[in-house]
């Protein structure tokens, strides 16, 4: 099946810093994307739509100037935490489709300081 | 409001049983539902899908049964396997080709040896 990578695995940040996580679809092309969180023995939760040349679809209670969302292509999006704070804290997935599937990115661990 | 739900938080099967999680949803737009598993730490791998014009998907030991009526679809794990346990989330799709999924919370399953 379709792969989709994340970068990095997990990180650790300072609070007040920020941190990119990249998305990548490794043999197929994305015009869009999707970033999911996921505390801990709860769902995934979606957060926004990246979509490849245009602005990205917030859902609701998400905070655009805090998660910034670029598509810069078809087979990248990148999710940057912006001023990062210990409730950040979290498991950040991205997911592309292909077909009428989904494919996952292994996730990245973020914990903020 | 949550869409869909898993009302089963955990499920413990002998090895060689049947395992059935339980997924609800309440969204009557819904059209297409997927089951995906999920280990900690990692991104969920998609496992099995119907759409809501079938009652029933079969791939292997994984079965999924839809009951449109009472909103109501079941993933069938036959026979259990120590492999098999992780938790399992159950997805279901906006419609229109939208892709957006929207999950349960995820029944962790353990097969015991």
């Known amino acids: 099946g379709a792969v989709v990578s994340q970068h990095p695995s997990w990180v650790i940040c300072k609070s007040g810093t920020s941190v990119k996580i990249e998305c990548r679809s490794l043999?197929?092309?994305?015009?869009?994307m999707f970033w999911y969180r996921q505390f801990p023995k709860q769902s995934l939760m979606l957060m926004a739509t990246s979509n490849e040349g245009s602005k990205a679809t917030y859902e609701q209670g998400v905070e655009k100037d805090k998660f910034l969302i670029n598509h810069a292509s078809l087979t990248l999006s990148t999710l940057t935490v912006t001023s990062a704070h210990p409730e950040d804290s979290s498991f950040y997935i991205c997911s592309a489709p292909q077909g009428y599937e989904q494919y996952f990115g292994p996730g990245t661990r973020l914990t903020v300081t | 409001d949550q869409q869909v739900k898993q009302n089963s938080p955990s499920l413990s099967v002998q090895e060689g049983r049947i395992s059935i999680l339980n997924c609800d949803y309440t969204?009557?737009?819904?059209?297409?539902f997927l089951w995906y598993k999920k280990y900690p730490a990692e991104g969920p791998t998609f496992l099995i899908s119907?759409?809501?014009?079938?009652d029933k998907n079969e791939d292997g030991r994984f079965t999924v049964f839809l009951n449109k009526s009472a909103k109501h679809l079941s993933l069938h794990i036959v026979p259990s396997q120590p492999g098999d346990s992780a938790v399992y989330f159950c997805a279901a799709d906006s419609g229109a080709g939208s892709y957006q999924l929207t999950f349960g919370k995820g029944t962790k399953l353990s097969v015991i040896p």
């Open positions: 043999d197929f092309q994305a015009t869009t």
């Open positions: 119907i759409s809501s014009i079938k």
């Open positions: 969204n009557s737009m819904f059209d297409y």
